[in-house]
């Protein structure tokens, strides 16, 4: 697995919304979401060794810069998210489905730890569970790597979607409290264009 060429598709992903994810944070937070994750995946781009063939490697010193450069609650949370995720990577070159599940659960709980949140409180937390759950559920009939993570994205858009319905109890948009309510939230969004754009790259490989 080129780690650099999926963390481009991720940027590339990324940038792309820029806009769309900043109008949903203009919505219910500090108008910034897009243009924060923009300017640290290019970041991450200019920092990780293109040849690096060590999956860990790679991860850590994506989320080290996702770190230093994404402002608000976005940097600490998905620095965390990738940190966590290299540590059970670390020294891999090649990722299988198994590998896919352990940096998720590593992920997630990063994120729960740095955040405390839970699912349910409006966060990217309620698009990663539920793509988490529906990829396991996969892996334990015997799915595919692909077939599983296209199972995951599903959930995670209506984790999106269940967003709108529920009032946010973190972060900035928890002041606008019942206000908050038919707004999706940026950070379930960008983390599921991200497992996206992961799907996309697979897909292109396979």
């Known amino acids: 697995m080129a780690v650099y060429e999926c963390l481009s598709d991720i940027a590339s992903k990324i940038i792309a ?9 203009r919505e219910i937070g500090d108008s910034d979401h897009g243009i924060n994750l923009s300017r640290g995946f290019t970041a991450v781009l200019e920092k990780v060794n ?5 999956i860990g490697v790679s991860l850590k010193k994506a989320g080290m810069t996702l770190l230093s450069t994404v402002g608000g609650a976005s940097g600490p949370l ?13 020294g891999k070159t090649e990722l299988n489905a198994q590998d896919f599940l352990a940096a998720l659960d590593a992920a997630i709980a990063g994120i729960q730890k740095r955040g405390k949140a839970v699912k349910g409180e409006k966060t990217m937390l309620d698009a990663i569970i539920p793509a988490r759950e529906a990829y396991a559920h996969e892996l334990d009939n015997n799915a595919s790597l692909i ?4 199972a995951a994205i599903k959930a995670a858009r209506e984790g999106v979607e269940y967003t709108k319905t529920i009032i946010a109890t973190k972060g900035r ?23 996206e754009a992961i799907l996309d790259y697979l897909k292109g490989k396979a």
């Open 17 to 25: 919304n820029k806009d769309f994810l900043t109008e949903l944070d």
């Open 173 to 195: 948009a928890s002041y606008l409290g019942e206000r908050s309510i038919g707004h999706q939230d940026p950070g379930a969004t960008s983390s599921t264009f991200t497992l």
């Open 78 to 90: 998905y620095g965390t998210a990738y940190m966590e995720a290299a540590k059970v990577l670390s």
């Open 147 to 150: 077939n599983a993570l296209e």
């Open 50 to 54: 293109k040849d690096e063939q060590d």
